[in-house]
C-alpha cells in the first residue's frame, strides 16, 4: 500500500507560480509511474503531468511550458512546479501513483487546492 500526501497549495496571483509536492510512503517509490491530476468545481478530473520510473516526462497541452515535474526518489517525493499560473489553473491538485508507467493509476493523494486569482 503507498500512501501520498500533497502540499504546497494556496493562493496566487495570476502569473505566479507555485510549487506542489507529493510525499509518498513505501519503499519501491523509486519503481512507481507518479501523476498530476486536477479537477475544477464543475468538472471532471484532468490529466497534467506525469513522470516515469526512468523520468520521462509528459503534460498536458494546456500546461506544457509552464508546468515541470520532477522527482527525487531519494526523498521518496514528486514536485510539479508551476509557474505562470492563470486563472484557469484554479482546481484541487491530486498526486497519484501506478505501479508501472501506463495503465491505471493505483494510488492517489487527498488533494491540494489551488486558487490562481485574476
Known amino acids: 500500500q503507498v500512501q501520498l500526501v500533497e502540499s504546497g497549495g494556496g493562493l496566487v496571483q495570476a502569473g505566479g507560480s507555485l510549487r506542489l509536492s507529493c510525499a509518498a510512503s513505501?519503499?519501491?517509490?523509486?519503481?512507481?509511474?507518479m501523476g498530476w491530476f486536477r479537477q475544477a468545481p464543475g468538472k471532471e478530473r484532468e490529466f497534467v503531468a506525469s513522470i516515469s520510473w526512468k523520468s520521462s516526462t509528459y503534460y498536458a497541452d494546456s500546461v506544457k511550458g509552464r508546468f515541470t515535474i520532477s522527482r527525487d526518489n531519494a526523498k521518496n517525493t514528486v514536485y510539479v512546479q508551476m509557474n505562470s499560473l492563470k486563472p484557469e489553473d484554479t482546481a484541487v491538485y491530486y498526486c497519484a501513483a501506478r505501479r508501472s508507467d501506463a495503465g491505471i493509476w493505483n494510488y492517489w493523494g487527498q488533494g491540494t487546492q489551488v486558487t490562481v486569482s485574476s
Open positions: 513505501g519503499r519501491t517509490f523509486s519503481s512507481y509511474g
